[in-house]
């Protein structure tokens, strides 16, 4: 069995770890249905075992770090907390000694959110490619020179090294291992188990306009947006979302400029060609992408997709489908 360690501490968040260990685990039902047996065992470890307490007050029961040997480790994955936790973590002399060996002899390593923060502290990412929370970017670029920070995106997977953004991203970043580890079929099932809306890739950017637009609780179009995002390939000009928002047209455009950052036509456009990107990311022909974005026929999302992400959604279909 494919032996998985999360390191876990005092304040840690919790759902960096019970994110991951819901695909792991949902990857070995989908193989028990298959009548194959359990691909992953799951352990977590902290400085000296026994229950340790969450963020959030829900508390876990760990194995002392020592306890795992490294060569039967093959996956380690440190788990990220707030500024203070990880301070103390960092500054832990059990978990300094033992995380490299475990780091070194793992078939992968790496760490959800800011647990990049202990493993930069402890110079295993100096010369890597690596992703964090984007509100720790910068300040993890400033405090470790030697380490490549990609601001956008929501995991990256380096080598052996593995790590991925802010909270909800570990739970992109265990679905793609389970389709390198296993298939991309099983990792679409525990996806689809999961109730997620979509497998996100790696490379798509931790700031989704959606999102961005949804985060202002004053703003008067979330259910707008939302519709939106449901309703890609209906008529979804100046016109008709200003009649659904009930304004005019100049009033509507202005209201929505103010509060997206976007004008309509702008974000409808985004918002479309984001859905196509993550469309033929699954291998879909271009003609369905194009029929279940609105922008049909396919020259046009083609036209679009170049414009904006600098490739032919053919090329890029080839070379993403499946990852």
């Known amino acids: ?57 829900v508390a876990v029961e760990t194995a002392a770090a020592t306890a795992f040997q490294p060569r039967e480790v093959g ?43 202990l493993l930069a502290a402890l110079g295993l990412l100096d010369g890597q490619k690596i992703a964090t929370h984007w509100d720790s970017c910068k300040p993890l670029a400033a405090a470790f020179p030697h380490v490549t920070v990609d601001a956008d995106a929501l995991y990256v997977a380096d080598g052996r090294l593995w790590t991925s953004a802010g909270v909800t991203t570990g739970i992109d970043m265990a679905l793609a291992m389970v389709a390198h580890d296993l298939d991309a079929a099983i ?82 456009e985004i918002a479309r060609l984001d859905t196509a990107r993550m469309l033929l990311s699954r291998g879909l022909p271009l003609k369905s992408v194009a029929a279940q974005v609105g922008l049909f026929p396919p020259a046009r999302l083609a036209d679009a997709f170049e414009r904006r992400f600098g490739v032919a959604p053919r090329l890029y279909r080839e070379m993403h489908a499946g990852l």
């Open 75 to 117: 996956t380690m994955l440190v788990a990220g907390a707030e500024r203070e936790p990880l301070l103390r973590a960092v500054a832990d002399p059990v978990l300094r000694a033992a995380i490299p060996g475990l780091a070194e002899e793992a078939e992968r390593f790496g760490s959800v959110c800011t647990g990049s923060f």
């Open 187 to 268: 990792a679409g099932e525990v996806a689809k188990r999961l109730v997620l809306y979509a497998r996100r890739p790696g490379y798509q950017s931790q700031f989704s306009p959606v999102l961005q637009a949804q985060v202002k609780g004053d703003s008067p179009f979330a259910d707008l947006i939302g519709w939106i995002q449901s309703n890609l390939n209906a008529p979804l000009g100046v016109a008709s979302l200003a009649a659904r928002a009930g304004m005019t047209e100049r009033t509507f455009h202005r209201k929505f400029a103010a509060a997206t950052g976007e004008t309509p036509a702008r974000f409808v």
């Open 1 to 57: 069995m494919h032996q998985i360690v999360f390191i876990v501490y005092p304040g840690f968040e919790l759902l960096d770890v019970s994110g991951p260990t819901s695909v792991f685990s949902g990857a070995n039902r989908a193989l028990h249905q298959r009548g194959k047996p359990a691909f992953y065992k799951i352990g977590l470890a902290s400085a000296e075992g026994g229950t340790v307490e969450s963020s959030s007050g």
